[in-house]
């Protein structure tokens, strides 16, 4: 930097400028040095990172969590009425990233599979100030409201893949962009894990021992099959028809033994 004004002023010297103007010219470097070229959006020199925290959740499937940038927006240029957004972008959507000019031109995350970009978190610079009570948690954590409206600007919607991501603030008032950090690294959610089979080949002593239980199996199957078609043709040989039954009748005869009287006048 007092290379530059050095410069600055040898330049001004050659050139038969003023003390005057030769700290206007210092004054106009400067502000260069902290504006993009071609934008007047000033550029904090700040990366969003992920929380240091050890925290349950830290990466989930549709989530992440960052530090909070406390005391990063206190520039100039920048008033407490200003709003702070956290842009969410794919790492391959970042280039052509345009920071929108108006509220009415903010992204919605329902619109992320077509731009690639969204903007959510809204927030303004008295949240992230400087010296906050250091056993409060200070955290933001992305994609963490399953409720609101994907169409609505400023939705924190839960992620829609693993990424990776890239994320940066920025700074809006009512006349458009003011400031704004820059990218993150990427940032990969974690990923259901799926079942694989074992490759490679297999040692011989486990062919063998899958070889006898897949022989054991088939014996065991063949034997209940066996004891279930013998179970059910005994029972159908012990089952008999019913029909009406005969009732007999017996007769029971007495045998009386006939005596016949003498006739009178017999010798």
């Known amino acids: 930097m007092d290379r530059q004004m050095d410069n600055s002023r040898r330049l001004g010297l050659a050139t038969g400028l003023s003390a005057g103007q030769c700290q206007l010219l210092m004054s106009l470097l400067l502000l260069l040095t902290r504006v993009q070229p071609g934008t007047g959006v000033e550029r904090i020199h700040y990366l969003p990172q992920l929380s240091k925290d050890t925290l349950a959740g830290r990466l989930t499937q549709s989530?992440?969590?960052?530090?909070?940038?406390?005391?990063?927006?206190?520039?100039h240029n920048i008033s407490d009425v200003d709003t702070i957004w956290l842009v969410v972008a794919l790492s391959n959507a970042t280039q052509s990233f345009t920071?929108?000019?108006?509220?009415?031109?903010?992204?919605?995350?329902?619109?992320?599979?077509?731009?690639?970009?969204?903007l959510t978190m809204r927030a303004s610079r008295a949240l992230y100030q400087r010296g906050q009570a250091s056993s409060q948690l200070r955290v933001l954590r992305v994609g963490n409201d399953t409720h609101c409206q994907p169409t609505k600007p400023g939705c924190n919607h839960p992620l829609p893949g693993p990424g990776p991501y890239r994320v940066k603030f920025l700074v809006m008032n009512d006349k458009g962009p003011v400031a704004e950090t820059e990218w993150s690294n990427d940032t990969r959610l974690q990923q259901a894990?799926?079942?694989r089979a074992v490759g490679g080949?297999?040692?011989?002593?486990?062919?063998?021992i899958i070889a006898i239980l897949s022989v054991l199996l088939a014996l065991l199957l063949t034997a209940l099959l066996a004891v279930l078609i013998y179970t059910c043709?005994?029972?159908?040989?012990?089952?008999?028809?019913?029909?009406?039954?005969?009732?007999?009748?017996?007769?029971?005869y007495t045998t009386h033994l006939t005596f016949s009287a003498p006739a009178e006048g017999s010798s």
Do not use: H, M, W
């Open 99 to 118: 920071a929108p000019q108006t509220n009415q031109d903010i992204p919605a995350p329902a619109s992320f599979s077509q731009t690639g970009y969204y």
């Open 63 to 75: 989530t992440f969590t960052l530090e909070q940038p406390l005391g990063q927006f206190d520039g």
């Open 201 to 208: 080949p297999q040692s011989p002593g486990t062919v063998v």
């Open 233 to 252: 043709f005994n029972s159908c040989r012990s089952t008999s028809l019913s029909g009406p039954e005969k009732t007999e009748s017996v007769r029971t």
């Open 193 to 195: 894990q799926e079942l």
